[in-house]
Structures are given as C-alpha cells and as structure tokens.
C-alpha cells in the first residue's frame, strides 16, 4: 500500500469516523445491545436495526441525522469462518444514517472525503459500483467525484438493490471497493475476485417502499443507510493479508496460540483456522453474555451454545485438553473494554458461563468419543457419512477429529456421505435465514394515516373522557359492534396501562349512553394503545366519546407488585451480589416473577434475608419521587437500567431514595408502605446461569396465605394434631411407608424366588449350556435380580433372561449368564441392552448380570422370544 494512507488502530478507525460525522451534524449514538428491541430478529444482525422503526415511519426521529458504531451478531455463514479473510460472526459496523435529511449526492461525497482525506486512500486504488439503473448515482461519481469511468461498474439487483424483504423500504446502493492489485489495470474489473478487491463501505439509498405486487413507490422521507465494516477498514490500513491479522483480533488468536503451545506464523493451514475461529467467536460470545444471553437450547441462547462449542472444539482440535475458554476470553475484554465498557463490567458473568458451557461440552464430547468408539467396534469397512455427521451434528465431534481416529484403525470416512447431510442441514437453515422484516405488519398499519398516537393519562387519572379512533373486529375495521362482541379499540387518550416493561394491561370499561364494554387487557402496538374487550351492553361505534375508567383494585394491586419487584431487585443486589442484574420480569394482578443473572441457586438464609430485606423497605415507608430527565443524568445519578433496553433521550426514572432508583415506565405505589407486604414463594433455575423468583405482594399476600391456612387446617383436622405438630406427623407417615414399601418389596422378593423355582422344569438345553427365558408376573426389579441369580446358581452353566411388568407402561429386564456363557463371545449387558429396545428402552451392565428397562409391555412377548432365538444362535 502507498504511504499515503494511514496505519490506524481499529480504535482509531472508530473514533476517526465517528468524529467525522458528528463534525457534519450527526449525533453520535452507543452501540444498541445484540438483543434487539425488534422481536422478529434474534440478533442485531445490522447498523441499521436499530432504526427499524424510523425508517418505517413508526416512530420519528429526534434527529435527522446519526451515527453509530454497531456490534452485530451473524451466523449465517458460520462454517466460512477462519476459511476466508473476511467472514465473521462479530463484527462492528460503522454507520451514518440520514432520517428524510441530505440523500445521494451528500452521502457519496462525504463517503469518498472520508475514505480519501481522512484514511488516506489512494483514489486510483478505489473502484464503485453502483444498481445498474442507477444513473444519478453513476452521474455523481463520475462528474461530482471524478472517478473514471472505467473504475465504476454497474452491477445487477442481486448486488447493488438493497431489500431485506420481499417487501417494504428499499432502494439502489453505491458500494466503494479497495484495489489490492492496481497494477493488473481497469480492464474487465471483476468485483468478485476477492483476491483483488474487498468492499469496505456500502451506501444504501432508501428511496422506495416495495408492494406484495413487486411495484415501487417513491417513499415521502428519501433515507441514508451506509455501513463500513471496522474489520475491513483495519485490515487495509494495517496492512496484513485477512481480518483476523488485525489488532481488533489477532491478540485474541495468539493468546489461544500460546495456550495450544504453537506459533501462528509457523502452524499449517487447519491450525490457521483454529485458531481464527477461535478469536472470532471468542468476541462474539463475550459481547454476548455481556448482554445478557445465556446459553441454552432455543434462540439466542442456543446461537450462544453452538459458538461456545465450537471454540472448544477447535482448541482441542490445536492440541488443547483442559478449560481455556476463560483465558482467553481475558484478551477479548481488554480489547472491547475502551469502546464498550459492559464487558469489563460483566467480566466474571462472562467467565462463569463460559466455563461451565465448556465443562458440560467436555463431557459431550467424551459421549462423542465412546459412539465413535462403539462404530469402530463394529469393524466396518468404512466410517459412514450418516455416522460421521451424527458425531458431528448431535455431539459436536469434530469431522477432523472423527478422520484422525478412524486412519489409526486404518479406516477411511465417507467424506462425500457427510457433506450430502452436511448439505441438507445448510438448505434447513437457509429455510430459516434470519432477515431484517422491515414489512409494515398489523391490522393498524393500514389505517396508521388516520390513527393518532394515544395519549396515556394513567399516571394521573384512573378514568378520563376518550374517543374511539378505531374499531376492530375480528382484526379487521368496523363502524360498530353490537353486545357480544369481542373488539378491539383504539383511543385517542386512555387512562389504561398497556402491556410493557413486564407488567401487564389494566383491566376496566367503556361506558357512555346505555353502553358498557368490559376491557380485559391492553396492549401497545408502536405509539397506539390496543383495548381489548367485550361489549356487554348497546353498541360501540367508531368516533363515539366514552368514559374509560380502570379496575382501581386491579391497578393496586399490580403497583404493589410492581414496586416490590423494584425492592426486590434492590435486596438481591446488596445481599447476594451487586453484579445482578434483571433479565426479565412479570408483573401480574397476582403475583409477580422476576428473572436474575446468578450462577447458583440461593441458599434458605439468603432468600430469608432478601424477604426480610424487602419487608423491612416496606414498613420503612419511603415516598415515590418521580421525574422525567435526561437520560445521561438518571445514569449519573445511579439509576438502575435494564441492559439491552431501548431508551429515549429523556427517560422516566422511579426513586425510592435510599433504596431503589430505576428507569422505568410502570405505574408504582407512592409509598413502599402501601405495599403492605412481601412473600418470596419459590426460587428456581429456568436456564444456564438465569434463577427465577416468584413472589407476591400487597393484596396477593393474603390470598395466599388465605390458601395456605385453609390447606393447614384440613391436615391438622385430617391427622387431629395441632398445625405445629403437622410436618412431624408427615414425617412419621413417611417413615411408616417407607417401611411397609421394604416388607412388600421383600415379600415380593420371597414370591418371585418361589415362582421361579417352578422354572427349573422349563429349562431348556442348547449344546452344554441351560437356558431359562421367562416372564414372571408383577416382579420390581431387585427381586427380578434375586429370582435370575438363584435359578442361575440352580443351573450351574448357562443362561437366565427374565422379563416382568411391575406397572403399566414399565417393563424390567435381567440378564445372568455363567463365566463359560461369556467366553462364547455373549456379554449380559450388550446382550439384554438390544432386548431392551425391543419395548422401548435400554440399559446394561456386566458381562455377567445386566438389568435394563423398557416401556412397552406389549412387545414384552417379542423381546423375549428375540432373547431366547439369541442366545440359541450363540451357545448352540
């Protein structure tokens, strides 16, 4: 590269262009989280996510202009990671974004100023492209800018028209491309040739929105869109052959080399590619867990795992054995921790989680190991592909890994039988490719043109005059609704809660002239408040004035709930640990459920001291100060935000001084003491490092406790002992049960020896050996075991299989054979583990005593005549 562009950091990259931008009026805005407030998408897969509903029009901008350097999340093209130099799962995108403000001819020219004067570009190193009908842009570059003819290249819709939908917002883009290779000249350009060329910035023109049809329409706000990726800025101006030679990532690679005990520069190609995934998803899986997502087996939770696993299958693949995810991880912290401060923050949530995903995967992987073991067994001639890819997809073992223990058995794997079901799973996930949905959906956004945004008075009011804008039944406009009917309503002010924030609907009605509508809940759909209801008595109509009034009991008490979810939140931090934090929360009339990231149960004395913690807030009677402030200031005074949350410039914060500030938009009690009380029900785990409590406060503390003492009462009349003296009751009943069980199951035991003693006369010869195969009704397992052993002792040298059905849908097996049995090549517990499968289950043990289970007694029949024909075949 000629000296004239300049050797920048990846930070200095992102601070550069950020800079530039807010130099030409653009508020520079944080990164959103990777869990986007768009439930339609699992990740923040783009810059321009966030500002989704801007671009529709949902939502107007307090600004026309912004820019961004936005984390993003994609795994659509996972398995090019490490093989090509530029994919990636995380990578950041440097954006500037225009809302109805300046359009083409500015953001080219300030995307060239940029590339040329600021990164030092050399002009003759760059070629565009632009949407082949896309005569303006072309016309700009060529007389605006002065790019020669021969470095623009129209290129076709699959290119250069952006869509990310089969309809909604779209429009042409201007691609800038860097020239590795000018020296080869400008005849036939060929941008695909990665070899050469590499995009680094994308300038989408948001003109037009697309029907079901495929027809364009102008939009009425033209919209910039540009996206420059940080990573391919870096590697051209550090000057290093792939993205992952770069300082945002290559330290992350060498900390993983140095573990592995190899040296990147001098390693082979495989080891190469380790060692980049390693450091891509290692960046990935940080940002990630630091925004709050945990491992799991759905969603973003299961995106997490699968990166997670794949890091650790690489290391061990480099020559890693123990837990290293951790350690590494270190570096990717410092890395990010100047541009995005959470990591640090959230530094030991990162570390715990990916510790205990790794530990769990090393014993997958051992699961992997012992399969493949059993395949190899078998003595096949050749590892199948249906076999090699079960490893790899269910287990996680790797093909390479799978190849290396099958050579030293001097075996080959059916690379192409693996590559056709590696095929089908990549055509399932296309079918299920993540795309940005920017489709206008809902009953509503037909009529958005003539709907105002609803006015919400509930703060203040809990009954207030409102008109009804629309009418929906059945989803679809109507002009009125007769009594009976389920609707739907739109109004234009409403002193109804709408669902948000984890706290569900207000409940009330509708009233006017001889009309009642029961409203059961309500929902918030963009700025518009959804009632949904029952007219009970006239008929509705659209554009009719009404009076809407809330339950006030309903409202109470979800404000106590409400509240003491914000104490509760408070307890746990200055009792358990201050790194919790909320990651998610219902709040019901009834009860409420608040979700925390914690790596371990809670102990009975922590959950004593929480509830005691909250209940002593409460009789303390701190008074609600609440006030609408900027968003910079409610964090500087402390107040407590859900990460991941979108939030305004000019926020809602709810202060109980000394105990709880939050930010928040629920209603709330102006007083913790009218709360009246809190009471923790249960604690448990809904997911890798996530706990769950569920509690009830105020009004919902009685009706539980109400529950509970009728439940009291009829056990103390039941067992006429006192309340108090119950458990012990309980426990002695228990005792008594458990040991009449051991008499039964002894009796039982007696029974099924005496039974089986009238099987010595069925025993039937087959060479040297006796076998017995029989059913023996209503057997538990352990005397199963003692009747097998005993005719086995009777027998001497042979065989005993017995089978029973001690209740509906179980099946027992067992399995007993003599020492010259198993030195005919018969092991009890291979042998009674594939009768097992005939009714449904499995199981094994010793070569000479096996039991296994099943579930279907109806094949119990077959699984023992499969036996006998078995053991016939092997000792005759």
Same mark, same amino acid.
Not at 414 to 439: C, N, P, S, W, Y
């Given at each position: 590269m000629p000296p004239t562009a300049q050797s920048l950091t990846g930070s200095q990259i992102r601070q550069k262009f950020l800079d530039f931008f807010a130099e030409r009026g653009h508020k520079v805005l944080p990164s959103a989280s990777l869990v986007p407030e768009d439930p339609t998408v699992l990740l923040t897969i783009a810059g321009m996510l966030p500002f989704k509903p801007i671009f529709l029009g949902q939502r107007t901008s307090e600004f026309?202009?912004?820019?961004?350097?936005?984390?993003?999340?994609?795994?659509?093209?996972?398995?090019? %990671?490490?093989?090509?130099?530029?994919?990636?799962?995380?990578?950041?995108?440097?954006?500037?974004?225009?809302?109805?403000?300046?359009?083409?001819?500015?953001?080219?020219?300030?995307?060239?100023?940029? /590339?040329? !004067?600021?990164?030092?570009?050399?002009?003759?190193?760059?070629?565009?492209? %632009?949407?082949?009908?896309?005569?303006?842009?072309?016309?700009?570059?060529?007389?605006?800018?002065?790019?020669?003819?021969?470095?623009?290249?129209?290129?076709?819709?699959?290119?250069?028209?952006?869509?990310?939908?089969?309809?909604?917002?779209?429009? =042409?883009? /201007?691609?800038?491309?860097?020239?590795?290779?000018?020296?080869?000249?400008d005849q036939n350009i060929d941008l695909e040739d990665g070899s050469r060329f590499i995009e680094f910035y994308n300038l989408v023109f948001m003109q037009y929105n697309r029907d079901a049809t495929g027809n364009l329409t102008p939009l009425q706000n033209k919209n910039i869109d540009t996206g420059m990726g940080l990573e391919r800025m870096a590697q051209i101006l550090q000057r290093v052959p792939n993205n992952y030679e770069t300082d945002l990532i290559f330290p992350i690679i060498k900390t993983a080399a140095d573990i592995a005990g190899t040296d990147y520069a001098q390693s082979g190609e495989q080891t190469k590619i380790s060692l980049k995934v390693i450091g891509d998803h290692i960046r990935a899986v940080v940002h990630m867990i630091a925004d709050d997502i945990r491992a799991s087996n759905i969603g973003r939770g299961y995106v997490l795992r699968r990166l997670i696993r794949r890091v650790v299958r690489h290391g061990r693949l480099i020559g890693i054995s123990g837990l290293f995810t951790a350690q590494v991880a270190e570096t990717a912290i410092a890395l990010a921790e100047s541009a995005y401060p959470n990591v640090r923050n959230q530094e030991a949530a990162i570390k715990a989680e990916l510790e205990r995903e790794e530990t769990r995967f090393l014993k997958t992987l051992e699961r992997g190991e012992k399969l493949l073991a059993?395949?190899?067994?078998?003595?096949?001639?050749?590892?199948?592909?249906?076999?090699?890819?079960?490893?790899?997809?269910?287990?996680?073992? +790797?093909?390479?890994?799978?190849?290396?223990?099958?050579?030293?058995?001097?075996?080959?794997?059916?690379?192409?039988?693996?590559?056709?079901?590696?095929?089908?799973?990549?055509?399932?996930?296309?079918?299920?490719?993540?795309?940005?949905?920017?489709?206008?959906?809902?009953?509503?956004?037909?009529?958005?043109?003539?709907?105002?945004?609803?006015? $919400?008075?509930?703060?203040?009011?809990?009954?207030?005059?409102?008109?009804?804008?629309?009418?929906?039944?059945?989803?679809? =406009?109507?002009?009125?609704?007769?009594?009976?009917?389920?609707?739907?309503?739109?109004?234009?002010?409403? +002193?109804?809660?709408?669902?948000?924030?984890?706290?569900?609907?207000?409940?009330?009605?509708?009233?006017g002239d001889n009309l009642l509508v029961r409203i059961e809940d309500v929902k918030k759909e963009s700025d518009f408040f959804v009632h949904f209801g029952r007219v009970e008595r006239g008929v509705l109509r659209a554009g009719d004035t009404v009076?809407?009034?809330?339950?006030?009991?309903?409202?109470?008490? %979800?404000?106590?709930?409400?509240?003491?979810?914000?104490?509760? !939140?408070?307890?746990?931090?200055?009792?358990?640990?201050?790194?919790?934090?909320?990651?998610?929360?219902?709040?019901? $009339?009834?009860?409420?459920?608040?979700?925390?990231?914690?790596?371990? +149960?809670?102990?009975?004395?922590?959950?004593? !001291?929480?509830?005691?913690?909250?209940?002593?807030?409460?009789?303390?009677?701190?008074?609600? !100060?609440?006030?609408e402030m900027p968003l910079a200031e409610a964090k500087a005074k402390g107040a407590i935000a859900m990460f991941g949350e979108k939030y305004a410039d000019v926020v809602r914060v709810v202060d109980y001084p000394g105990v709880s500030m939050e930010l928040c938009g629920g209603t709330h009690v102006g007083n913790t003491a009218e709360i009246g009380a809190f009471k923790i029900i249960s604690e448990t785990g809904v997911a890798s490092g996530v706990r769950r409590i569920e509690a009830v406060a105020g009004p919902s503390v009685l009706d539980y406790l109400n529950v509970r003492d009728k439940v009291v009462r009829e056990l103390s009349d039941r067992f006429k002992v006192k309340p108090e003296e119950i458990p012990d009751r309980i426990a002695g009943l228990q005792a008594e049960l458990k040991a009449a069980q051991k008499q039964l199951e002894a009796v039982k035991a007696e029974l099924a020896v005496a039974k089986s003693d009238q099987l010595l006369a069925t025993a039937e010869p087959v060479g040297d050996f006796k076998i017995i195969v029989a059913q023996l009704e209503d057997v538990g397992a352990e005397a199963l075991k003692t009747a097998a052993e005993r005719l086995l002792q009777k027998l001497g040298s042979g065989a005993v299989v017995l089978g029973s059905v001690p209740e509906p849908e179980k099946v027992? $097996?067992?399995?007993?054979? /003599? =020492?010259?049995?198993?030195?005919?090549?018969?092991?009890?517990?291979?042998?009674?583990?594939?009768?097992?499968?005939?009714?449904?289950?499995?199981?094994?043990?010793?070569?000479?005593?096996?039991?296994?289970?099943?579930?279907?007694?109806?094949?119990l029949k077959d699984a023992l005549e499969s036996a006998r024909t078995q053991l016939v075949e092997g000792l005759g």
């Open positions: 026309r202009r912004a820019t961004t350097s936005q984390k993003c999340v994609r795994t659509n093209d996972i398995e090019n %990671v490490g093989r090509t130099a530029r994919h990636h799962t995380f990578f950041e995108m440097l954006g500037n974004f225009s809302f109805g403000d300046y359009f083409k001819e500015q953001a080219i020219a300030w995307g060239w100023e940029l /590339s040329t !004067q600021v990164f030092g570009l050399p002009p003759e190193r760059l070629v565009v492209s %632009v949407f082949r009908e896309d005569d303006e842009a072309y016309s700009i570059w060529r007389d605006r800018i002065g790019v020669p003819e021969t470095r623009i290249k129209r290129m076709g819709e699959e290119d250069n028209f952006w869509a990310s939908g089969p309809t909604g917002p779209c429009g =042409p883009c /201007s691609e800038i491309y860097y020239d590795f290779h000018p020296e080869r000249g059993e395949i190899l067994a078998k003595k096949p001639e050749q590892i199948s592909g249906v076999d090699a890819f079960t490893l790899y997809d269910t287990y996680g073992f +790797p093909l390479e890994l799978t190849q290396e223990i099958a050579a030293e058995g001097g075996l080959t794997v059916d690379v192409a039988g693996f590559d056709a079901e590696m095929k089908k799973q990549v055509e399932r996930a296309k079918e299920a490719h993540e795309t940005i949905d920017l489709t206008v959906q809902g009953s509503l956004d037909k009529l958005a043109e003539h709907i105002h945004s609803t006015e $919400f008075v509930g703060y203040s009011e809990l009954s207030a005059g409102a008109r009804v804008e629309v009418l929906l039944l059945d989803g679809q =406009p109507a002009e009125e609704a007769e009594a009976g009917t389920e609707i739907r309503a739109v109004l234009d002010r409403t +002193p109804f809660y709408a669902e948000s924030g984890g706290q569900i609907g207000d409940r009330g009605y509708l009233s009076t809407a009034v809330t339950d006030q009991s309903c409202r109470r008490r %979800v404000q106590a709930n409400h509240t003491a979810t914000h104490l509760l !939140q408070a307890a746990l931090k200055k009792i358990v640990s201050d790194s919790i934090s909320q990651a998610g929360s219902l709040v019901a $009339f009834d009860r409420l459920r608040f979700d925390f990231n914690c790596p371990r +149960p809670l102990t009975a004395l922590e959950l004593e !001291q929480v509830e005691e913690q909250v209940n002593s807030w409460i009789a303390e009677g701190a008074s609600a !100060q609440i006030a027992n $097996f067992i399995a007993c054979f /003599s =020492p010259d049995v198993n030195k005919k090549g018969l092991q009890a517990g291979k042998f009674i583990g594939g009768i097992a499968k005939i009714c449904g289950g499995g199981g094994g043990g010793r070569p000479n005593m096996a039991q296994a289970g099943g579930r279907d007694p109806s094949k």
